[in-house]
Structure formats: structure tokens, C-alpha cells
């Protein structure tokens, strides 16, 4: 074979095998989920600032999230509750799990109703009526002192698994 020809195919081996291998890198670095994403995979909430008795509204991974922080005078849920300092809280996913319309609070009612077939939850989350049969999921979370970080599997969030399936 020609010098000038073993050159030549010599550097389309070179630059085919360089394309292949940064196709490939670029293809892995793909799969990677994006410095954003695992930023917005957890939300941190100070339980110190929430009012007692009261639901309040966040939202974690683009859907809401309900968490309702109760004193002794409200229904407690061994099996939905989670204590944290001197007071309880509810976590939950605020989509129902029927269709998946976000329930809306009735704090007169201390219910959760959604809109779309009119299913009810009471406030611990749990199905009352209407077509839903199932309560709000229970993301999961990790406790640190007085914050709640959803979206991080914690211990308090494997007790009440360990309660829910008992």
C-alpha cells in the first residue's frame, strides 16, 4: 500500500475513533441529571416558622405538598404522623389518588375535597368518600432537628412505612 494512502486512512481511523469516543462521553454526560434538577430534588421547610393547626402549601418536584402541623388537639395518626419537637405533622402529596386533580382545604370542614368527583380526605390525608379509595401518598422525607427535608429518605419516613405495612 501507497505511504500516502496508509496516511490518510490512518487519519480517518484517528478521527472516526475521536467522534465515536466524544459521541459516547457526551451521551453518558446526558444521563446525568442537570445541576438543577438535583438542586429541586428535595425541599427544605423550617417547621419552627409553620402556624399550628393549619395546613400549609409547598410544592416538591412540581406537585404540591400539604403538611398540616398539629398540636394534641387534633386527631393524631400513629401510622401518618410524624413527631417532631413538642408537635406532630402530616406530610402529604397534595394530588388526589383517583384522578389526580389537587384536592382544595375546607379548613371549616378539616377536609381535603377535590374538584374533579368530589372525593374527600380527612385532614391526616386518609380517603372519606366519593371514588377515591386510597390516601394521599406520604412523600418521602428526613428529619434534622426542626427541618423537614422532603425528597431525602430519613428514618422517621421508614418508621412509618414499617407502621403503615404492620
Known amino acids: 500500500m501507497d505511504r500516502n494512502r496508509r496516511i490518510v486512512n490512518y487519519s480517518l481511523i484517528a ?4 467522534g465515536v469516543y466524544f459521541s459516547v462521553k457526551t451521551m453518558f454526560n ?7 434538577a438535583r438542586l429541586d430534588a428535595a425541599t427544605f421547610i423550617d417547621t419552627t416558622t409553620l402556624p399550628l393547626n393549619e395546613v400549609s402549601f409547598f410544592t416538591w418536584q412540581k406537585k404540591p405538598l400539604f403538611i398540616l402541623k398539629k398540636d394534641a388537639s387534633l386527631s393524631l395518626d400513629e401510622k401518618r404522623d410524624v413527631k417532631i419537637g413538642e408537635y406532630y405533622y402530616t406530610v402529604m402529596i397534595g394530588i388526589c389518588t383517583h384522578l389526580g386533580c389537587v384536592p382544595k382545604y375546607e379548613s371549616d370542614l378539616k377536609r381535603f375535597i377535590c374538584p374533579c368527583h368530589n372525593g374527600q380526605f ?45
Not at 478521527?15 to 475521536?18: I, K, N, Q, T, V
Not at 446526558?30 to 438543577?36: F, G, H, I, V
Open 30 to 36: 446526558s444521563l446525568e441529571p442537570p445541576k438543577k
Open 122 to 166: 380527612d385532614q391526616n390525608g386518609i380517603a372519606l368518600s366519593g371514588p377515591v379509595s386510597k390516601p394521599l401518598v406520604i412523600p418521602p422525607f428526613k428529619v434534622q432537628e426542626n427541618m423537614l427535608i422532603v425528597g431525602e429518605i430519613g428514618e422517621a419516613y421508614l418508621q412509618l412505612k414499617e407502621r403503615a405495612n404492620a
Open 15 to 18: 478521527l472516526a475513533g475521536s
